[in-house]
């Protein structure tokens, strides 16, 4: 069974820049879907990015689209996901998952204006 690992928030200007790691363990990754989801406060989780493992194909919300990339690294077992071009409204807890899996604890992001 995969365990996740989120880490790398912190705060930061808008503006910005900042790279989130969701590291595994556990087993590799393989044919998964690694998903990133983000909740503000007072508001619904909501999908971010997400990335299929085997082919790297990605996808985005229109919302991060230009500003966020997600990526993989097959020897770390990682995903990332850089945050260029931050603005206050990204202030969020990341959350990185299976598509299917349970959620971990976050990473917070802060961006001040």
């Known amino acids: 069974q995969v365990q996740l690992v989120e880490s790398g928030g912190g705060l930061v200007q808008a503006g910005g820049s900042l790279r989130l790691s969701c590291a595994a363990s556990?087993?590799?990754?393989?044919?998964?879907?690694i998903n990133w989801h983000r909740q503000a406060p007072g508001k619904e989780r909501e999908f971010v990015a997400a990335?299929?493992?085997?082919?790297?194909?990605?996808y985005y919300a229109a919302s991060v689209k230009g500003r966020f990339t997600i990526s993989r690294d097959n020897a770390k077992n990682t995903v990332y996901l850089q945050m260029n071009s931050l603005k206050p409204e990204d202030t969020a807890i990341y959350y990185c998952?299976?598509?299917?899996?349970?959620w971990g604890q976050g990473t917070q992001v802060t961006v001040s204006s």
């Open positions: 998952r299976l598509t299917g899996g349970s």
């Open positions: 556990g087993r590799t990754f393989s044919s998964d879907v």
């Open positions: 990335i299929r493992w085997s082919g790297g194909n990605t």
